[in-house]
């Protein structure tokens, strides 16, 4: 595969061609057209100088088995990316679809909801439906494109970026949702999703979470055979999290087929009855597994092993902690300290505790949606003042903002360069920020071209990049898949802890808070309303007060050790909120459940 983005002839001389050794065998595997490099893959021999050769990181070469070949579901183009196999949904089953950006879990959405007709890799000569159809004969899809290609199936997909909706629809919630409520559910799907309180306000004036809940409410109301959703927790904290997923399933209840994209591990497995893994090369190509249970589905992806396809896709298991982890050794000397803080708004008032935070240690902070978390931070950045007009300017500050825009006119380099200055070509950076972040692949990517994910991982890189002694990320893990969101932790950490300053991260994903995070401040009051801030405490006890006041337990699973949430009113649910542990628990002794 060759991405033309990437790829820039006048800058490097054509060396891909001019090292190509069936080139020089006069049998062109790389020609030029319109002054692009094409690889013609029926000569390729994937020796693989081309990729080492090129500057720009532009090549990827792949060699996959023959008959993998045969079981191609959609390419895009000449040299563009490939999905082998499609997910194969059942009615009264919710089918949850994990894997890495890039890796085709959109694309396959799309196909399913009609917006992509595939073409089995013949980009040339597409196919019709009828050839589509026998293709898939044999099994579910086969139905599936039949009534597809008849008009007989009608699909709804919620889409993955819901902060674009108000770009291209108008109007009040309430009116928008009474337009779509086919189903006549809207009054039950409104109180669950707590969508009362934003009835009369326009689109343009939501938050992102509050666009979330809409965008699933308005799929949830429409009438339709199949339901897609592409990231429904977005923005969404624990407890609205959860409520989603309720009001997903219900969709079950009356024999429709559900398919979700989705990276917060707790929630997909909450939701989901079977999984679909995607593995691969992120934006060369991706292959479908076969169905799998939630639970055994799971834990293969976390073990980066395919034991029914002999198929190893990661070289390292994911590993989750069984106890928590204890207080960062380096956390030394009082880097901030606050008293009373607080901040009214029209219709809200925010109240800070006391509290502080050591040299070297990372607080994270969590509580729900409209409760004051950015305000908090933003009062700690300078952006707000307090009431009292109190500023915090003795500390350099670098702040990473909840909502990024991508309006920097220049390559992913030249924004990162001009921040970190000198310390950009140092090893160091290279290999505890670029590397693990994987902005080495896309530094001449212009920042107005990135994904969501991409541009996540690029604000991310830029805050850290700063030199500061607090930093601040708000929602860092927006947009980022399993693998990239532990990996982000992880870096947070290593330059928290490299450069001895200290940090806060507001966080809605528990499992990725657990691994950034040596203690925690707990946000509670009511949404919308009043918010009050608690001081630092333990993670262990911070968990308890959050989970407690969303009236949430999680367990370990005994093989993996990852959370899992349990269900309300279980055995396990209610035995783990009598002792008062809402989180680090291993109750070996108690059956494990699904």
């Known amino acids: 595969m060759l991405d033309s983005d990437k790829c820039k002839p006048k800058r490097c001389s054509r060396i891909c061609y001019r090292f190509c050794p069936m080139v020089r065998s006069r049998v062109e595997a790389i020609r030029f057209e319109d002054t692009r490099p094409v690889i013609v893959e029926s000569l390729c021999s994937g020796c693989g100088i081309c990729v080492k050769k090129c500057p720009f990181s532009a090549i990827s070469i792949v060699n996959l088995p023959d008959e993998l070949e045969t079981e191609c579901s959609h390419r895009f183009g000449p040299n563009a990316f490939k999905l082998y196999r499609l997910p194969t949904p059942s009615a009264g089953t919710v089918l949850g679809l994990l894997g890495k950006n890039g890796i085709g879990k959109t694309t396959t959405l799309k196909v399913l909801s009609g917006e992509i007709k595939p073409n089995l890799g013949n980009y040339e000569n597409p196919p019709n439906w009828s050839d589509i159809i026998k293709y898939f004969r044999g099994s579910t899809l086969q139905d599936y494109f039949q009534k597809m290609s008849e008009g007989k199936l009608k699909v709804v997909h919620k889409l993955q970026y819901v902060d674009k909706i108000p770009k291209v629809v108008s109007g009040k919630v309430g009116e928008l949702l009474e337009k779509v409520n086919e189903r006549k559910v809207l009054d039950k799907v409104a109180r669950q999703l707590e969508l009362e309180n934003i009835w009369d306000r326009p689109l343009e004036a939501l938050s992102g979470g509050e666009l979330q809940r809409v965008a699933v409410a308005a799929a949830i109301c429409r009438e339709a055979d199949v339901y897609l959703f592409d990231e429904p927790s977005s923005y969404l904290d624990v407890k609205q999290r959860l409520e989603v997923a309720k009001a997903i399933r219900s ?4 024999g429709k087929t559900v398919v979700v994209a989705e990276h917060d591990l707790a929630i997909i497995d909450y939701l989901s009855d079977q999984i679909c893994l995607f ?10 597994s076969h169905v799998h249970g939630v639970r055994t589905g799971i834990n293969i992806y976390l073990q980066g092993f395919i034991p029914d396809e002999n198929v190893r896709f990661r070289k390292e298991a994911i590993v989750f902690h069984e106890k928590p982890p204890t207080v960062s050794l380096s956390a030394g000397e009082e880097m901030l300290k606050w008293d009373r803080l607080e901040k009214t708004y029209e219709g809200f008032k925010l109240v800070a505790s006391p509290g502080e935070i050591r040299r070297g240690e990372i607080v994270g902070i969590l509580g729900p949606n409209g409760i004051g978390k950015t305000t908090f931070v933003k009062i700690l950045a300078g952006i707000e003042k307090t009431d009292d007009g109190k ?10 903002p909840q909502y990024i825009s991508a309006e920097y006119e220049g390559t992913v380099q030249e924004l990162l360069m001009s921040i970190a200055k ?3 070509t140092s090893g160091w950076y290279k290999a505890e920020i670029l590397n693990p972040l994987g902005l080495n692949k896309i530094l001449d990517r212009n920042v107005a ?5 991409e541009l996540q991982k690029t604000a991310i890189a830029a805050c850290l990049s700063r030199k500061a002694e607090l930093y601040l990320l708000d929602e860092p893990s927006a947009y980022l898949d399993v693998e990239e969101r532990l990996t982000m932790a992880r870096t947070i950490r290593r330059v928290i802890e490299a450069r001895n300053v200290t940090a806060f991260v507001v966080e809605h994903d528990v499992v990725a808070q657990d691994f950034i995070a040596d ?8 949404p919308g309303v009043k918010g009050t ?4 405490t333990s993670l262990r006890e911070g968990m308890n007060i959050f989970l407690k006041e969303m009236n949430v337990t999680f367990r370990r699973d005994p093989a993996t050790k990852r959370p899992r949430v349990n269900k309300e009113g279980s055995r396990l649910d209610i035995f783990q909120k009598e002792i008062g542990e809402y989180y680090y628990i291993h109750p070996k002794s108690l059956v494990e459940e699904d």
């Open 251 to 254: 969709l079950k209840e009356n």
């Open 533 to 536: 801030a608690n001081p630092p």
């Open 391 to 400: 500023e915090f300017k003795d500390l350099a500050v670098s702040y990473k």
């Open 519 to 526: 203690r925690l401040m707990v946000f509670t009051g009511e």
């Open 422 to 424: 000198d310390e950009f």
């Open 279 to 288: 593995y691969g090369e992120a934006g060369v190509y991706g292959i479908v």
């Open 449 to 453: 071209e990135l994904s969501g994910g």
